[in-house]
């Protein structure tokens, strides 16, 4: 089956495959060691502190089986690395008595490479965008009991904010009870719904307790498996296993036989990593993950017939992520 990518030269959603994004990780890498080379005058502050800003870069698994036209004239080396950058701001509403309102903002990018643009006759990165807000509801119902209530709307597409196209829009709800046990750990119950052209529904189960010299044991079923220790008041070292998806529209770029369609690009990864956090003001902390990561699915769908239309064959790959957040004092 033959697939095309095609570009809107009116907009600059592509990255050449010979721009190199990975030059700004030693910026990022020589910001961090200056952190830990200057002793900062003021004490660091618990690892567990509220955070109101974070920021990370990961590259995600590389597409070995390209996006190509059958008879391309140029067939460039793919030298250009996929990669994501992901930025949230929390802000609160209202955080005075038994019911606390936050506001969150996310934006995330990914970069995929491997997909053939007619236009420029050469491989090129796909800039997909997305763009999230949610209002986040935590409400203390008695002594034991806590309710906790995430609304969201994002969009997903190649735009920053795709007006024009609800193929890109996302709203979704995620609601847990959760209750405080005698022996100190926490069970929590509840469920996820989603609307984006269909409705999907996901049942939620958490579990937390501590065990074996203050490891801690945090399950989010079906999302995550995560164990931790705290190693000093000021640093976190944590094992886990995560699932993780995207879903973004591309609209009508995509041709399929030379008839134009509407398709989405979709992933699904299992990653398994060991990462460390440190808290090195009472503001400024930073974090790394490595590990590897395995795509479950990862490629063009049709958005009528949910149909696979084209498969990355992508194998297990590398997972490094690195970041810093922003704490509030205490």
């Known amino acids: 089956m033959e697939i095309k990518v095609t570009h809107n030269k ?4 592509t990255t050449s495959c010979r721009r190199n994004p990975w030059t700004i990780v030693p910026m990022f890498c020589g910001f961090l060691a200056s952190l830990f080379l200057v002793k ?15 920021f990370s870069i990961r590259p995600i698994s590389a597409t070995n089986s390209p996006v190509i ?27 005075k008595g038994s019911t606390k ?62 007006t024009d196209d609800p193929n890109a829009l996302r709203f979704r709800n995620i609601s847990l009870f959760e209750k405080d046990l005698a022996n100190g750990s926490v ?24 065990f074996a010299k203050d490891w801690n044991l945090e399950l989010v079923l079906p ?47 299992l990653t398994g990593l060991v990462g460390y956090q440190r808290q090195l003001t009472p503001w400024i902390g930073f974090k790394v993950e490595a590990g590897a990561s395995m795509p479950l699915q990862s490629g063009i769908f049709a958005v009528d017939s949910n149909t696979e239309l084209y498969r990355f064959n992508e194998g297990l790959s590398p997972y490094f992520k690195v970041g810093f957040f922003l704490s509030l004092p205490r």
């Open 187 to 210: 069970i929590g119950f509840g469920g996820s719904f989603a609307y984006d052209q269909n409705f999907t529904a996901i049942p939620i189960f958490k579990y937390q307790t501590t």
């Open 10 to 13: 009116s907009t600059n959603n």
């Open 101 to 162: 309102i936050f506001g969150e903002l996310k934006y995330k990018n990914e970069y995929i490479n491997g997909f053939f643009s007619i236009e420029n006759d050469r491989h090129e990165q796909l800039n997909l965008k997305q763009s999230k807000g949610s209002i986040i509801l935590l409400s203390q119902l008695n002594e034991k009991w806590r309710f906790m209530n995430v609304v969201s709307a994002d969009s997903r597409s190649t735009e920053f904010i795709a």
């Open 223 to 269: 999302r995550s498996v995560a164990v931790s220790k705290d190693l000093a008041k000021d640093s976190r070292l944590n094992f886990a296993v995560k699932g993780s998806s995207s879903n973004y529209s591309l609209g009508t770029k995509t041709i399929i036989n030379d008839f134009a369609a509407e398709t989405r690009y979709r992933r699904f990864d």
């Open 69 to 95: 036209p059958s008879y391309p004239s140029v067939i460039q080396p793919q030298t250009a690395p996929n990669y994501q950058i992901s930025t949230s701001l929390r802000f609160p509403v209202k955080i």
């Open 40 to 54: 900062p005058k003021v004490q660091c502050q618990d690892i567990s502190a509220p955070r109101f800003f974070d």
